[in-house]
């Protein structure tokens, strides 16, 4: 499974920045470099040194990393709700993606002006906030005008549909975001098929000037005051030296760059595994004198599921799994070597795939 991020902001958030340098980042393996699908769109590929480990027990033909798609959305002003400056595309584009990558300037620049003529985080997000939430109460306003004839003359399913959905309307008039509201089994199923804007995760990327990327500043904890019940992240990237890292064409002068800043990783490295945090994935492997592969998954799903990100006839056929704990690769270096030390499991369709477990799937078709 593919994993989709949008990137939001205002004008002079430093939006287009990160972006660019997201496009112009060296990924390390080159079966999947940053490429451009379109003008606004970009995949790269997931950092995972785990398969570093895998390459040099396996000594593969090819490594295929996971990768996630970012998309420059543009065109949001205020008014975005009703169509103004490219409201529409960009709320058609918003639609598509798994999570929100809303950045907010929190640096001051005197030499970059700001869209309102001041430095506000919890401003520039509420603009945002607002446009889709007006968005969001049109789409579920029009559902309940639908069904509420029909739950008012009895119909005790319509009737749930149009109370859970009024639940929604009196939140998202409130100036909150759908998002707030738990998300039972109940909410999902009425609210699913609307494709709520504001109900998708959200980090929040606060763009911090290079002094600040360490300890942060008073712009970086309104904003984290501002989301705190939201459930949502805030991730500090100062966009400034992304795009010098960018610029560095071999991993040792990145980190050696890295060091000087007192970093331990790139601000899209902290970017992409807050995503996994936020949407729950875990990544699993396969390996094989043909290819290592990383594979994205949901935590928490069984082994029939997963082998079907490969194929769906993995998942209709499926009989066993064979599990490796990537220790005990190391450790016995070779497969063979991990089923005679019994560090080889064979698991049925109840095993819950473990974050960096190397699998090979047994099926029938």
């Excluded at 990137?7 to 990924?27: E, Y």
Aim: charged share 30%; net charge negative; hydrophobic share 40%.
């Amino acid at each position: 499974m593919g994993l989709k991020c949008g990137i939001v902001g205002l004008p002079n958030v430093g939006k287009s920045t990160l972006f660019n340098a997201l496009s112009n980042a060296k990924a390390e393996a080159a079966n999947f470099p940053f490429c451009t699908i379109e003008p606004n769109v970009g995949v790269i590929t997931v950092p995972d040194e785990r398969l570093k480990i895998l390459q040099e027990l396996v000594n593969p033909q090819k490594v295929l990393p996971t990768v996630i798609e970012f998309v420059d959305i543009a065109g949001l002003v205020k008014g975005a709700s009703k169509g103004e400056g490219l409201g529409n595309k960009f709320l058609a584009n918003i639609r598509e993606v798994d999570a929100i990558v809303h950045v907010t300037r929190c640096f001051n620049d005197d030499n970059i002006v700001h869209v309102d003529g001041k430095v506000d985080p919890v401003s520039d997000k509420e603009v945002i906030d607002t446009e889709l939430q007006l968005k969001d109460l049109e789409s579920i306003e029009k559902q309940i005008q639908k069904n509420e004839r029909a739950a008012k003359s009895g119909d005790a399913k319509l009737k749930t549909l149009v109370a859970i959905l009024t639940e929604y309307k009196e939140l998202l008039e409130s100036g909150k975001n759908a998002r707030e509201l738990e998300l039972t089994e109940e909410r999902k199923e009425a609210v699913g098929p609307l494709q709520l804007l504001t109900i998708k995760p959200v980090i929040y990327v606060a763009n911090v000037e290079e002094s600040a990327i360490l300890t942060g500043n008073e712009h970086v904890e309104k904003l984290k005051a501002a989301v705190a019940n939201e459930g949502a992240m805030v991730v500090m990237v100062s966009a400034a030296i992304e795009s010098q890292i960018a610029e560095f064409e071999e991993p040792e002068e990145k980190e050696m760059f890295l060091d000087e800043y007192g970093l331990k990783e790139s601000g899209l490295d902290k970017l992409i595994r807050s995503a996994y945090e936020l949407l729950d994935l875990i990544t699993y492997f396969t390996a094989g004198v043909t290819e290592v592969r990383a594979w994205t998954i949901k935590k928490g799903w069984k082994a029939p599921q997963a082998a079907g990100v490969i194929h769906t006839d993995f998942e209709k056929g499926f009989i066993k799994a064979e599990v490796i704990k990537i220790p005990d690769y190391q450790k016995y270096k070779t497969e063979n070597g991990c089923k005679e030390a019994g560090k080889l499991s064979i698991e049925g369709k109840e095993y819950v795939v473990q974050d960096g477990d190397v699998m090979h799937f047994r099926f029938n078709v």
